[in-house]
């Protein structure tokens, strides 16, 4: 931290916060965050995404640092393209899971996130992917199984996210941990799991404590770092549970958000 900065940490989610609507990072935004850089912070992306969905966009921004990806489970060296931490999910506590909550609330269309550096997204019948995300589909649930995941995707056919992840977590909230990452994007993690989990780990790392850290998201799925982070910033188009617990609220995703709070604090 130095006078001119006040945070050692810039800790940015990516979807609907960092990355524009078209999964760009616009100028103002990568001029801003290099600007606290320069003053001798550190800028490490937290997303839900794992890493094999995360590594284009770092690749694309010249990103050399620690990434969270997966809601924490991966504490990634993008320089090194190297997994430092990797937490896997329970395969038969997750399988108690999907049938309690199938009981509650039946069928769901489901996804899987394989773990490592190359892990497959696998998706079943159903399931809608947003964005050309790249995956696999399977017809055969067993696939789903046959080897260590990060985490699962549901989606139900006439539920809302909020309405699925609040049966999810009713009903499984004792053997996984339910987040939800945007609209239609509901998913099982390993139980205790959650951004501040990974962020912590990173942070630590990178010798910054939580009161040193400033961390922007939109989601419900950023709740957990905005309770660990010393000053938390929804954007604009933030989930109302996450607007309601911000320090502040800045401008959208689309509007450069990020850059409106960076420039205020760099003067």
Request: with cysteine; aromatic share 6%.
């Amino acid at each position: 931290m130095s006078a001119a900065f006040p945070y050692g940490l810039v800790a940015t989610d990516l979807d609907g916060t960092l990355l524009r609507d078209d999964h760009s990072v616009s100028r103002r935004t990568r001029d801003a965050l290099a600007a606290a850089t320069a003053a001798g912070a550190a800028h490490i992306v937290v997303t839900g995404r794992a890493v094999p969905w995360t590594r284009p966009i770092l690749d694309d921004l010249g990103y050399t640092g620690l990434a969270v990806c997966g809601q924490g489970a991966q504490v990634y060296d993008a320089g090194a393209h190297r997994l430092l931490t990797s937490v896997t999910l329970d395969r038969q506590l997750a399988g108690v899971a999907l049938a309690k909550i199938e009981a509650e609330v039946g069928p769901l269309y489901l996804a899987a996130s394989r773990d490592g550096l190359e892990g497959e997204v696998l998706v079943g019948p159903g399931y809608e992917v947003h964005g050309a995300l790249p995956s696999i589909p399977f017809t055969d649930a067993s696939d789903v199984w046959a080897a260590p995941l990060n985490k699962l995707y549901i989606q139900h056919p006439d539920l809302t996210s909020d309405e699925l992840a609040e049966a999810a977590t009713r009903t499984a909230g004792g053997f996984v941990t339910v987040t939800m990452a945007g609209e239609g994007i509901v998913e099982l993690l390993p139980l205790g799991l959650s951004k501040a989990t990974g962020l912590s780990l990173a942070a630590r790392r990178l010798g910054v404590k939580a009161a040193g850290t400033i961390a922007f998201g939109d989601m419900p799925n950023d709740l957990p770092m905005f309770a660990w982070a010393g000053h938390s910033v929804a954007m604009a188009n933030a989930h109302p549970d996450l607007r309601a617990v911000a320090d502040e609220v800045t401008a959208s995703n689309e509007e450069d958000g990020i850059a409106v709070v960076l420039e205020r604090l760099l003067g």
